[in-house]
C-alpha cells in the first residue's frame, strides 16, 4: 500500500450557533502527518477533534485554510475520491450483508474483476484473522469482531491515509486494549498513515507516534507520547495528560544544569532544559511518581489518604497547606503509611518540570 503525508495550514472551521453567532469550532490549525506515522487528536469533548478529521476526510467543507495530501491541495476534492478512508465509532456496517459482503463493497462499486476482488479480500481477511467469519451477519458478531470488519473494509480499499474517530469507545475496558494492540501493529505492517482521534490520553500515548493535544478549537502541543508527558508545554496538557500536581513559584537560581525553584512551600532543585532565567514565575509540575517517601526526609508532610491498589500504593498527603497526590510502587517491599502518619518526602529532580506561567 502507499501512503500519504497530510498536511494542514491555517485550517479554521467556523459554524452557527443557535443565535446566528459566528464560533470557531476549529481554528488556525498548523499540522504536519508524515507518511507512515501515527498521529492522534488529543483533547476534550468539544474540543474540535471530529471536526477537524472531518474536514481532512472531506465531509466538512474548510471555512479557511488549506490541507494537502502528499502535495495535492485536496480542498474541492470530494470524500471519495480523496485516497482517504474513516473508521467510525459505531461501525456503521450494513446490518442485512454479511461480512464478506460488507467488506468487499467498496471494491464492487469500483467494479474491480471478481478474481481481483477475492483476492484482495482474502488477503485482508488472512492479515485480520477473519476468515472464519466471513458468512455470518454482522449481529452475530461480538463488538470487537465487528469493529474488526469495519476495519478490514476501510483497509481493503488501500487508501493512503486511515482516519479513526473514537473506533474503540463502544468496546469494554479488555477488549479496548487488545485492539489497540491490534490496530497500532496493523498499521504499522501495512505503513500506512493513521490519523486517529480519541479522548483518552493512555490510548493516545500507547498507539502513537505524535501526538496532537487540542484545546478549544486549537493545538496546545504537538510531540511524542515522552515529549507530552515528560515535558508538558502548558499547565492545560500538564494537566489532561496523567496526574499533575503543581506549585506556583520562581526561579531564584540557574545553573549549567539546574534551576532552582522557591515556592511557598520549599526549595526545589529541577535538572535544567529549556529558557528560563532568575525571576521567572512558573509552574512546577510533579508527577506522582517523582516523589519517594523517607523518614529522615526534611520536607515533611501529613498523609492524609492511603489507598492500596495492588501494584501500588496511593498517597494523599498535606505539604505545608497543600493537598497533593503521588504513587509508590511496588509496595510491597517498603514501608507502609496510614493517614495520620507524619512523612518524609524526596523529589526525584529529573522527574520536575517547570513551565512559564503565562
Ligand atoms: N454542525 C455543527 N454546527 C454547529 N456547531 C458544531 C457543529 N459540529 C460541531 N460543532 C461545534 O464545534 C465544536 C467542536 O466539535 P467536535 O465535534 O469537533 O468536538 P470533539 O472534540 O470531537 O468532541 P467529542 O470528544 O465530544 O466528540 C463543539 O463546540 C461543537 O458543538
Ligand atoms: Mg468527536
Redesign the pocket.
Known amino acids: 500500500m502507499s501512503s500519504k503525508s497530510v498536511t494542514l495550514k491555517k485550517v479554521t472551521k467556523t459554524?452557527?450557533?443557535d443565535h446566528g453567532k459566528q464560533?470557531h469550532?476549529?481554528e488556525d490549525i498548523d499540522l504536519v502527518i508524515k507518511e507512515g506515522e501515527f498521529a492522534t487528536l488529543l483533547?476534550?469533548?468539544?474540543?474540535?477533534?471530529?471536526?477537524?478529521l472531518r474536514m481532512i476526510a472531506g465531509f466538512e467543507d474548510i471555512s479557511n485554510g488549506d490541507i494537502y495530501f502528499g502535495n495535492e491541495n485536496v480542498n474541492k476534492i470530494s470524500p471519495n475520491k480523496r485516497d482517504c478512508t474513516m473508521v467510525f465509532q459505531s461501525y456503521a456496517l450494513f446490518p442485512h450483508m454479511t461480512v464478506y459482503e460488507n467488506v468487499v463493497y467498496g471494491l464492487k462499486i469500483k467494479k474491480m474483476s471478481k478474481e481481483d476482488m477475492d483476492k484482495k479480500v482474502d488477503a485482508i481477511f488472512d492479515i485480520m484473522n477473519l476468515n472464519m467469519h466471513k458468512e455470518r451477519m454482522p449481529n452475530q458478531l461480538s463488538g470487537g469482531q465487528q469493529q474488526r470488519v469495519a476495519l478490514a473494509r476501510a483497509l481493503v480499499m488501500e487508501p493512503s491515509v486511515l482516519l479513526f474517530d473514537?473506533p474503540l469507545s463502544n468496546l469494554d475496558a479488555k477488549l479496548r486494549l487488545t485492539m489497540r494492540d491490534e490496530i497500532r501493529r496493523l498499521q504499522q505492517r501495512v505503513g500506512i498513515t493513521a490519523i486517529y482521534?480519541t479522548?483518552d490520553q493512555s490510548e493516545a500515548m500507547s498507539m502513537s507516534d505524535k501526538v496532537i493535544v487540542?484545546n478549544k478549537?486549537k493545538i496546545e502541543q504537538i510531540g511524542t507520547p515522552q515529549e507530552i508527558y515528560q515535558r508538558p508545554s502548558t499547565k492545560f496538557v500538564a494537566d489532561f495528560i496523567g496526574t499533575a500536581n503543581f506549585f506556583e513559584g520562581e526561579i531564584i537560581e540557574v545553573t549549567l544544569d539546574e534551576l532552582v525553584v522557591q515556592t511557598s512551600q520549599a526549595t526545589f532543585t529541577v535538572a535544567s532544559y529549556g529558557s528560563f532565567k532568575k525571576g521567572d514565575s512558573v509552574i512546577l509540575v510533579v508527577r506522582p511518581e517523582a516523589v519517594s517517601l523517607n523518614e529522615e526526609g526534611t520536607y515533611k508532610a501529613k498523609v492524609t489518604k492511603s489507598v492500596f491498589m495492588g501494584q501500588l500504593q496511593e498517597y494523599e498527603v498535606n505539604f505545608k497547606g497543600q493537598d497533593f497526590q503521588f504513587n509508590v510502587y511496588n509496595p510491597m517491599g517498603e514501608k507502609v503509611y496510614q493517614e495520620g502518619d507524619t512523612v518524609g518526602l524526596v523529589f526525584n529532580k529529573n522527574s520536575l518540570h517547570v513551565i512559564k506561567k503565562s
Do not use: I, L, N, Q
Request: net charge negative; proline share 5%; aromatic share 4%.
Open positions: 459554524f452557527e450557533d464560533v469550532a476549529v483533547g476534550p469533548s468539544g474540543c474540535g477533534k471530529t471536526t477537524t473514537e482521534v479522548h487540542m478549537g
